[in-house]
């Protein structure tokens, strides 16, 4: 059996077959006898090319699947790294001096235009719930008809895995454009309960929700869902809300996750030394 058959048959994820084959070409035709000292001295080479440890995980995850492959045809007896794990943190720090300013933020949904006029409205409702309810695209996923209460101008966003659920109020200027996008609606011929739906009527998967608002847009224009949420978060620390009113508005299960978002002490210096250095 061919490797790319073996990995048709027992993987869906894509790509693994670049991976092992960049891993087998570094280790120039020894890479089938290799042992764990070879591997870990490729993972060494990798980090020093500056990679997310996110994506050497991968690296190793692909490595691992190229020997369980050898052992299946045949060709080893042992797997050299089965067991190995890396230990690379995430820096999950917040850049807050890298996120939207209000006026930014404001400009991304007074200035948005849609590829497809249909769906103006449809899409300036998704930009609204990111930026004044700090919504995940995986939250918006899930909204269903019944989640929206237009009445009372407020909005019921579910439980997910990371976020727990809350009801949040509508803005002003949101009421009439949710009206308007119900009201259109209609025309995609709905075979769903969820708010959001694609032109075809169907609900949307968190990963075609970033795809949609930028349809068209140069990648310099992109719009990003996760660094609007950020943005929204920061600014309301900022302002000096409650951290406890902050995290229940945007949903964190813990208060640690919030903080994350406050102004550190040296952006807080560098801010100053921006402001007030008599050379600028």
Do not use: W
Not at 76 to 87: A, E, G, I, V
Not at 124 to 148: P, W, Y
Not at 163 to 192: G, S, W
């Amino acid at each position: 059996m061919k490797l790319e058959q073996y990995l048709e048959e027992h993987y869906k994820t894509k790509g693994l077959h670049n991976i092992i084959k960049r891993y087998t070409n570094h280790q120039n035709q020894t890479a089938e006898t290799a042992g764990l000292t070879e591997i870990l001295a490729y993972i060494n080479h990798l980090r020093k090319q500056g990679l997310h440890p996110k994506t050497l995980r991968n690296h190793l995850f692909a490595i691992k699947i190229y020997y369980n492959y050898l052992e299946s045809i045949g060709k080893r007896s042992d797997h050299p790294c089965r067991k190995l794990t890396l230990k690379d943190q995430v820096d999950r720090s917040i850049a807050t001096e890298k996120l939207y300013s209000k006026d930014e933020l404001e400009a991304l949904l007074v200035n948005y235009q849609s590829k497809d006029k249909r769906l103006l409205h449809r899409n300036k409702v998704l930009i609204s719930l990111m930026i004044h309810q700090a919504l995940q695209v995986q939250e918006i996923s899930q909204l269903q008809l019944t989640d929206i209460d237009l009445e009372n101008a407020q909005i019921y966003v579910s439980k997910t895995t990371k976020n727990n659920a809350r009801t949040l109020p509508l803005k002003a200027n949101q009421i009439l454009l949710f009206q308007r996008y119900l009201e259109e609606r209609t025309q995609f011929n709905p075979t769903t309960t969820h708010f959001i739906i694609s032109k075809y009527g169907t609900d949307l998967k968190p990963h075609g929700i970033c795809r949609l608002i930028n349809e068209g847009k140069a990648k310099e224009d992109r719009i990003h869902p996760l660094k609007i949420r950020q943005s929204v978060i920061a600014l309301l620390l900022k302002s000096g809300n409650n951290l406890r009113l902050v995290q229940t508005f945007c949903g964190h299960k813990s208060s640690s996750s919030t903080e994350a978002y406050k102004q550190t002490d040296l952006e807080k210096l560098q801010l100053a030394v921006n402001n007030f250095h008599p050379i600028k």
